[in-house]
C-alpha cells in the first residue's frame, strides 16, 4: 500500500479541475490526513463493468439507507462511454468511509469518483474554514501632526 502526500495531492487537483459536482468534498477527502490508500486487488476493469457495479451499488444504497456523494456523476460519465473503455481504480479509506476514484490510465483523466460510509451514518462534512471577519480599524493619528481638514468652530 501506498500513502504519499504527492499521490494524495495529485489526485485532489485532478478532481478539483473535473467537472463533479461534489469535487470540492471528495478532494477534501482525499487530502483529509486519516485517509489512506488501500489495497486494491483489481485496479483495472472497463466502462462498462464499472456501469453494472456502480448501478447495483446504487440499488443496494438506497435499500441499505447509505450516504455518498458522487454517485450520480459517476454513473452519467460512465454512460456516456464505450463499454470497453478501460479504466483504473483508486481506493481511499479512512476507519468510517471509503472513496472509490475511475480514471484513465496514464492520462489521469479522473471520470468519477463516490465516496460512501456505513448503513444510516452521515458523510464527513469538510467544510472550508470561514474567513476571518477584519474590524475596522481606527486610523492612528499623530497628535503632532497638522489636521488638514479639521474646522475650528472656536
Not at 33 to 46: I, L, Q, R, W
Not at 116 to 132: D, I, M, S, T, W
Amino acid at each position: 500500500m501506498r500513502d504519499t502526500s504527492e499521490d494524495k495531492r495529485r489526485l485532489a487537483d485532478a478532481l478539483r479541475a473535473g467537472s463533479i459536482a461534489e469535487r470540492d468534498r471528495l478532494a477534501a477527502f482525499v487530502l483529509d490526513e486519516a485517509a489512506a490508500f488501500a489495497a486494491n486487488p483489481f485496479p483495472s476493469t472497463t466502462a462498462g463493468a464499472a456501469r453494472q457495479r456502480w448501478g447495483l451499488r446504487e440499488i443496494e444504497f438506497e435499500a441499505m439507507q447509505i450516504a455518498s456523494a458522487g454517485l450520480s456523476c459517476l454513473m452519467t460519465a460512465l454512460a456516456r462511454l464505450p463499454a470497453s473503455e478501460p479504466l483504473r481504480q483508486e481506493i481511499l479509506r479512512t476507519p468510517t468511509h471509503v472513496l472509490y476514484l475511475l480514471h484513465h490510465g496514464e492520462s489521469g483523466r479522473i471520470i468519477g469518483a463516490v465516496l460512501h460510509g456505513k448503513p444510516r451514518e452521515p458523510l464527513p462534512l469538510f467544510v472550508r474554514p470561514k474567513a476571518v471577519s477584519r474590524r475596522p480599524r481606527r486610523r492612528r493619528t499623530n497628535p503632532d501632526q497638522l489636521d488638514l481638514f479639521k474646522i475650528d468652530t472656536a
